[in-house]
């Protein structure tokens, strides 16, 4: 059975340009989040997913993130415009009703220079 | 809100050696759960283990080993006869549980980095 897969696995970007980090949950899975790890700040929860819909962003920090579920099998997480502040690691994360651990893909190595 | 701390922050024992992580919670959810999980130089987070609230009995798997305390809001990990290979951050977290279980809304504590010298 496959993981989370993250896409890219590395990026980097140079400030102002839009930047799109892609997460395919494990088939199966309703919840999705996405995770962002810092040394300043560790690992925070940015956003998630129930059933494709949006139930909590209030870790988004500011107007320039957003993301979006299409479907049960995709998530994006879009950074426009990219600071060098957001230089971190994005982890997508899955899991279901019923089983109690969250799976983390191997997550995305973003740099903005 | 939840708040997890992880008072060491860097830990280093030789091989063989048995060695704890410390993990201390703050929750106002009367149901919750308790993790570990571990991530090796290579990046990715790796699921360790899971306790809830309503099940203080501690366990063994292997060479882990975790001492769950509601009276002092603890959730120690162990790790036994430590190898090279146990060398990574090591996180603990909790999450609140809906409908009698979690889903994986998590919060971290800073993470300790463990080395175990051969």
């Known amino acids: 059975d496959a993981g989370v897969i993250q896409s890219p696995r590395h990026e980097v970007t140079e400030m102002g340009q839009e930047v799109t980090l892609r997460c395919k949950p494990i088939?199966?899975?309703?919840?999705l989040f996405w995770y962002r790890q810092t040394m300043m700040r560790g690992l925070e929860l940015l956003i998630y997913f129930n059933n494709n819909v949006p139930i909590d962003d209030s870790g988004m920090p500011e107007d320039r993130f957003s993301a979006k579920m299409p479907n049960a099998s995709f998530s994006t997480l879009k950074i426009q415009p990219s600071e060098p502040r957001d230089s971190a690691v994005y982890f997508c994360a899955s899991s279901r009703q019923g089983v109690t651990e969250a799976f983390f893909g191997q997550g995305t190595r973003l740099t903005v220079v | 809100a939840q708040k997890v701390t992880q008072a060491q922050t860097e830990i280093s024992v030789v091989e063989k050696e048995d060695v704890t992580l410390d993990c201390v919670y703050e929750t106002r959810d009367t149901t919750y759960y308790l993790f570990w999980y571990k991530q090796p130089p290579s990046g990715e987070l790796v699921f360790l283990i899971r306790?809830?609230?309503?099940?203080?009995q501690n366990e063994i798997s292997g060479r882990y080993s975790w001492n769950f305390q509601k009276s002092t809001s603890s959730f120690n990990f162990t790790i036994t006869a430590s190898q090279v290979v146990d060398s990574a951050v090591y996180f603990c977290a909790s999450g609140g549980a809906v409908g009698g279980t979690s889903y994986g809304k998590l919060t971290f504590g800073q993470g300790t980095i463990l080395t175990v010298h051969p």
């Open positions: 088939s199966g899975h309703d919840y």
């Open positions: 306790r809830n609230s309503f099940d203080e």
